[in-house]
């Protein structure tokens, strides 16, 4: 049977599948010599230049005629006219998120602790918000009003100062819900800015913009690339890659509803990556049928098809076991156990960004109103990374107070240490609070 929904059906089994996974699964970093060449030069003008080099860039990159930076902003009652605008259902369903979203992360904040040990000495850590972020929301086509609420909530229950969010409007055209979450967010200041220049500027500062210590958000090719380049100057949330979803499916949930969560993913971009992991071999073939029934009523459907053709895959393995070696092999974004008792599950993932348990939980709920943030590691770096969250908007630092007693204890073994690196002032420094060689 053909069918008309193209997507690179594989077997576990085959003798070439470990090459054609690997082919599959590459990921090269999507900036090239000249787009590094421009943002260089942007971020070496607005850092240079400041708040005029960011209104030239603004109004050649996105079409606009602003004679003064003020242009740039948007005040408090235009976002609450925004939202005041909004439907009814559209107004209830971002709330809703938003309360959830925050509820969810009140649970991560951390609390400062100290304890006294037997040399008398105070010991402990200080947990401190940052004290200004800097959250890209990306514009045009592209704009997500769940962004504007996975990035700035977490940080306002971390207890971050101050927020400012940047958004480029092309043309001059603005998401009105956009601008609604950022009036549910309570977002500090919004700027009309993007691209690098939106990099640059927050992360150096100019005269009527302040530089920020974080910046997170998704953006295109530049604003990856230039959030590369300040990094060290600003702390970063992550470099995303395209999105990506795996499923892991026992044949028992309605092919319909997971060819839906594979096109889920897929009509992101065409670089997005869609897997689905089963060991039926005709319940492979059922949700390959239902792809090819439901692809043409999709609005994205061109992106959709070019992202499975290029990135997307059905996979049959031999059993469970091997579906979740698989799985933690890939590290994916989002997973979902589409499968009887996920919980049993659990212990055996290792990696994955988020993991969405049972055949009603879609991964589109964790998008936009579940409550974890969507804000996910890619690329396989869930090996190693983690969602956003508050701890990501909050800084530690170690308490250390000797009493008399612990600092000539703590003194003696400093002072054989730092002999042994040859670093004979840290050894005397330490040597002066021992209590035999202390001067009273």
Request: glycine residues 6%; negative net charge; charged residues 20%.
């Amino acid at each position: 049977m053909s069918f008309l929904c193209d997507i690179n059906l594989l077997d576990a089994n085959d003798a070439d599948f470990e090459a054609q996974l690997d082919r599959l699964t590459a990921w090269d970093e999507v900036s090239n010599a000249a787009v590094k060449s421009v943002v260089d030069q942007i971020l070496k003008n607005v850092k240079e230049r400041g708040d005029t080099a960011l209104l030239e860039y603004t109004n050649r990159f996105d079409r606009r005629d602003c004679r003064e930076v003020d242009e740039l902003f948007l005040s408090a009652a235009q976002l609450q006219a925004a939202l005041a605008q909004l439907d009814t259902a559209t107004s209830d369903a971002l709330h809703v998120a938003a309360e959830r979203i925050r509820d969810y992360h009140r649970r991560q904040l951390q609390e400062s602790w100290h304890y006294t040990d037997s040399n008398g000495t105070l010991l402990g850590q200080q947990i401190s918000a940052l004290e200004r972020v800097g959250v890209y929301v990306p514009g045009g086509k592209a704009s997500y009003p769940s962004s504007v609420l996975m990035n700035t909530i977490p940080a306002q229950v971390a207890g971050v100062d101050e927020i400012i969010m940047v958004v480029p409007a092309p043309d001059g055209e603005l998401n009105p819900v956009v601008l609604a979450a950022a009036a549910i967010a309570g977002i500090d200041q919004v700027i009309t800015i993007g691209g690098a220049q939106a990099v640059a500027a927050l992360a150096f500062g100019t005269h009527c913009l302040p530089r920020v210590d974080k910046i997170v958000g998704p953006g295109n090719i530049y604003v990856a690339t230039a959030k590369r380049k300040v990094f060290g100057s600003v702390g970063l949330d992550m470099v995303a890659g395209p999105s990506e979803i795996l499923v892991i499916c026992d044949g028992r949930t309605d092919p319909d509803w997971i060819a839906m969560d594979l096109f889920s993913q897929a009509e992101h971009d065409e670089q997005a990556q869609a897997i689905l992991i089963a060991w039926d071999g005709a319940y492979l073939d059922a949700v390959h049928q239902s792809m090819t029934r439901l692809l043409p009523t999709m609005e994205r459907r061109s992106i959709i098809q070019q992202a499975l053709a290029d990135k997307g895959a059905l996979i049959k393995v031999s059993n469970p076991a091997a579906a979740i070696a698989l799985s933690n092999r890939l590290a994916p974004e989002h997973l979902e156990l589409s499968v009887e008792n996920p919980e049993e599950w659990l212990p055996e993932i290792r990696h994955a960004g988020s993991i969405f348990m049972g055949r009603y939980t879609a991964e589109a709920l964790g998008d936009y109103c579940a409550g974890p943030n969507h804000v996910l590691p890619t690329s396989a770096t869930a090996r190693f990374s983690s969602p956003l969250g508050v701890y990501d908007f909050q800084k530690r630092s170690s308490i250390v107070q000797c009493s008399p007693q612990g600092a000539s204890n703590l003194g003696k073994v400093a002072s054989i240490l730092g002999r042994a690196e040859s670093l004979t002032a840290h050894a005397r420094s330490a040597e002066y609070r021992i209590l035999e060689q202390r001067k009273e």
